[in-house]
């Protein structure tokens, strides 16, 4: 990519003058074209660091750079700007050259032959899946698509939740309450009723919770009876999963449970108390204690034996490295799990579990309910996934009626479910993740504006155009021609080549939004372009590069939002 070429260049100077490391030189895509096409706060590190003046610090490497053959040979100008970045412009010729490449996915390998885990959706079985969930879920598989686009090798795995004293607890209510005809007739809603029914009555009979502890410790000891719940359970679960995610489109490599690891955790508990990472408690308990990491002690086994989520964890990142053998491995999970990884991945470094893996919590807001309170399942507090994806496409299907009502209920129905789902999806993916969203029916299923139906139609309307024109892919035109297209060209050839920059930056900083916002900046500036530079009525030499434009434009469009894991359409 040309922004890496020029950091190579930027770090070059910045250790020439100030023995700068290179790895601390960033090379970035502006916010705004106004100004230039890739800027770097190098000076202001450097000022930071060493204590020079930023102007000096900056002056002293574009007069460095100014030597430099790239950069003369790629930027049609370099200009000191604000606190002390420094922006480059770079020659329309450059981007022209590249531009019939942008599309090719070889072309910007830049995780090849690097394997990435990523760990996301995890739902817990025996619940519904609710609007909760979809944040680890799109997030997840955004990412995952994100780094495959960009040449690694991606493992999708789910997590679920089958594993720990809820289980217990459910069994329990089952045995004192749960009739086999009604949850056989609508398993999840039955179970999710006798959770929410045992957390009641916990409040009058706290023994109960001493009580889902032992139903828990006998599955556990694989105690017969309750290991066919469990399986049972599951099964239904699973089932019921399948048809959301097939829905949204997502898909794993590996769905395993905590449950998988449960054979290993004795072992795990074992090691860090034969290497002395643990202690063990008089009461039985197993803690390790990592104040040198200035985080409180985290317990691995409970006084009666009984493992916890991080045990769990633990066992399960012993094996995937162990079997993977992964550059990454990155946890899609909540905010408020943030010392939990904080404690587990610091534990795993400890005992050599993932010496050579970076493990990195990939950290979300919450999404609340109107009331502003956080959606807890055990209370009954949750809105259905299934029902926000049913009425996103209800809404979805009134805008397509009324836009195409000629159109077959067949293909409203499809285009109707593509829309709406994309709508969803892209409401989320294009927020920043550590942000809490309060759920809100109107803002969730908002159809215009910064949405995903806005960039779906905008792909229609190219794909009607090159239609018109015949259809086919045009070439892009040569070099010498340049001088005949207008201002708003020149944008939007500057704008798509910003994509891979955008796609590795969403990369790097596992943010999906950075690749939403650039989506949406493509589509402005092509919809301006639209209705201000004639394509078809351009002379042939104008109309083959704007043709060329659309074409390319599209197909960015279309390759970033099936990234987010939106849809697109042809029509609408």
């Known amino acids: 990519m040309l922004s890496q070429k020029l950091q190579a260049e930027v770090a070059k100077a910045a250790h020439k003058h100030y023995q700068f490391k290179a790895e601390e ?38 007069d460095e750079l100014k030597q430099s053959r790239l950069v003369n040979t790629v930027c049609s100008r370099m200009e000191i700007a604000g606190p002390g970045f420094i922006n480059f412009w770079i020659k ?8 019939p490449e942008l599309i090719k996915s070889q072309k910007r390998n830049i995780y090849k032959g690097q394997k990435v885990l ?32 960009l040449g690694a090798n991606v493992y999708r795995l789910n997590h679920l939740g089958d594993w720990g004293t809820q289980f217990g607890k459910l069994i329990a209510a089952y045995k004192r309450w749960g009739k086999r005809e009604q949850v056989k007739k ?31 410790l006998k599955l556990e000891q694989g105690n017969r009876q309750n290991k066919a719940l469990w399986n049972w359970f599951k099964h239904e679960s699973l089932m019921e999963f399948e048809v959301l995610y097939k829905r949204l489109g997502v898909k794993f490599s590996h769905v395993t449970g905590e449950s998988y690891y ?14 002395k990472f643990a202690t063990k408690n008089s009461d039985g308990s197993v803690v390790v204690h990592l104040e040198a990491e200035s985080l409180p002690p985290c317990l691995v086994q409970k006084s009666d034996g009984g493992s916890l989520y991080a045990t769990r964890d633990l066992a399960a990142i012993r094996y995937r490295v162990k079997k993977f053998k992964p550059n990454k491995i990155l946890y899609v999970v909540g905010n408020e799990q943030a010392l939990h990884f904080d404690q587990v991945f610091s534990i795993a470094k400890l005992a050599g579990y993932a010496s050579s893996t970076e493990l990195r919590h990939i ?8 009331d502003k309170q956080k959606l807890a399942t055990r209370e009954g507090r949750i809105i259905p996934l299934a029902d926000v994806l049913n009425k996103a496409h209800e809404l979805a299907y009134k805008i397509v009626q009324n836009k195409n009502p000629s159109l077959p209920s067949k293909v409203k129905e499809r285009i109707a479910e593509a829309v709406g789902v994309g709508s969803v999806k892209y409401n989320d993916l294009s927020q920043n993740r550590h942000t809490d969203i309060t759920f809100n029916w109107q803002k969730m299923l908002e159809l215009e504006g910064n949405s995903a139906p806005y960039l779906q139609y905008t792909y229609v309307r190219l794909k009607s155009v090159l239609k018109k024109a015949g259809g086919k892919r045009h070439p892009v035109m040569s070099v010498k021609s340049l001088a005949s297209v207008g201002e708003q060209d020149l944008i939007v050839l500057r704008t798509l080549m910003r994509y891979p920059e955008f796609l590795r930056r969403a990369a790097e ?18 919809n301006i372009f639209y209705h201000v530079a004639p394509v078809i009525k351009a002379e042939s030499t104008l109309r083959i590069f704007r043709l060329s434009l ?7 469009i279309k390759e970033g939002l099936n990234i987010l894991g939106i849809t697109t359409v042809e029509q609408m």
């Open 25 to 62: 030189v960033e090379v970035e895509p502006t916010r705004e074209l106004s100004h230039g096409d890739l800027t770097t706060n190098v000076a202001l590190k450097i000022a930071s660091k060493w204590g020079v003046p930023v102007r000096q610090a900056a002056e002293t490497i574009t």
């Open 509 to 526: 900083d596992c943010g999906p939004h950075l690749l939403a916002a650039y989506l949406y900046e493509l589509a402005n500036q092509v």
């Open 186 to 216: 609508a398993p999840i809603e039955e179970m999710l009723k006798l959770y929410v029914k045992f957390h009641e009555e916990m409040k009058t009979e706290p023994e109960l919770e001493t009580e889902g502890q032992r139903e828990f």
């Open 92 to 99: 329309p010729t450059v981007f022209l050259k590249q531009l």
């Open 262 to 275: 449960e054979p290993m955790l004795k072992g795990v508990v074992a090691e860090l108390l034969r290497r």
């Open 118 to 149: 990523v760990e996301f959706s995890s739902p817990n079985i025996a619940k519904p899946m609710h609007v909760g969930h979809i944040r680890s879920t799109i997030i997840g598989a955004a990412l995952a698509n994100i780094y495959q686009a």
């Open 363 to 370: 950290k979300y807001g919450l999404i609340l309910g109107e």
């Open 550 to 556: 659309i074409s390319i434009a599209a197909e960015v």
